[in-house]
Each structure stands twice: as structure tokens, then as C-alpha cells.
């Protein structure tokens, strides 16, 4: 599992990497430091969802924390986009 995020993780970033050369950061545009976060971020909160989901039933407080990792990812990505 931890090849299968970081596989993901580097080729988001790698991705990345032409369209950062290509226009200069600004209103809207990420830096590679915040692309990166945003991706860290994702692949917790995937492996947050993954180990809560392995026994088959989410419980009440199991499902509020999801909700909350939820919440952090989604201010995160706010927060950079419109930065």
C-alpha cells in the first residue's frame, strides 16, 4: 500500500512540473511545496478511509473522523487555491 501511495504522490508531482515551468505562480497557480502538500494530504486522508473500511463496518466516531480529515483536506486545498 505505502508503493501504491508513493507511486501516486510522485506521479502527481511529476505531472506537475511542466505546467510550473510553463506559467509563473500567482493568483490561482500552486507552487510545487503546495502541490505537494495537497497531495500528502489526499493520500492521508485515502489511508485514513482504507484502514477505517478494513473490518467492514464504520462506526459513528470512525465516520466523524473521515468527515473531519475530509474537512481539513478540502480548507487545505481552499486555502492554497485561493492564496
Do not use: C
Not at 42 to 55: C, G, Y
Request: no cysteine; glycine share 6%; net charge positive.
Amino acid at each position: 500500500m505505502k508503493r501504491f501511495v508513493l507511486g501516486t504522490a510522485a506521479l502527481a508531482l511529476l505531472s506537475g512540473i511542466p505546467a510550473a515551468e510553463a506559467a509563473p505562480y500567482g493568483y490561482g497557480r500552486l507552487t510545487p511545496y503546495e502541490r505537494a502538500a495537497i497531495t500528502r494530504s489526499q493520500a492521508n486522508l485515502n489511508a485514513l478511509k482504507w484502514r477505517v473500511r478494513a473490518d467492514g463496518r464504520v462506526t459513528l466516531r470512525e465516520r466523524m473522523r473521515i468527515n473531519a480529515a475530509q474537512a481539513r483536506h478540502n480548507a487545505l486545498v481552499y486555502r492554497y487555491r485561493h492564496s
